[in-house]
């Protein structure tokens, strides 16, 4: 019975698998961290080095609304989120030294 079965068919199979799943893998990984699209192109990677826009607070107001404060360059936005619109309650000139930032650095 031992005869029928070749069990080194089975071992070369797993290997080959094994060895298909690390490069898909490793492609994979290379696409991500922008490997390859600056190799192949000479570009970098699609993200900006500097964000401009990003979201300071939050504040949920009910279930289906939030108060959102979002920063782009040198200016706040105070956003009020709904299921069916977005209202703009405020926008402002961020200031120099902005309160977040001291309390952070602990003065």
Not at 22 to 41: P, S
Not at 53 to 78: F, K, M
């Amino acid at each position: 019975m031992n005869d029928l079965v070749n069990w080194s068919h089975y071992l070369l199979a797993l290997m080959v698998l094994l060895g298909l799943l690390g490069a898909m893998g490793f492609f994979a990984y290379a696409v991500q961290r922008g490997w390859i699209l600056q190799g192949v192109t000479g570009l970098r990677a699609f993200t900006a080095t500097t964000r401009r826009l990003s979201i300071s607070e939050t504040l949920s107001v009910d279930p289906r609304r939030r108060i959102v404060i979002v920063r782009c360059d040198n200016r706040e936005h105070i956003l009020l989120l709904g299921a069916e619109r977005e209202t703009i309650l405020a926008s402002h000139d961020v200031p120099a030294q902005s309160p977040l930032a001291n309390r952070e650095t602990g003065s």
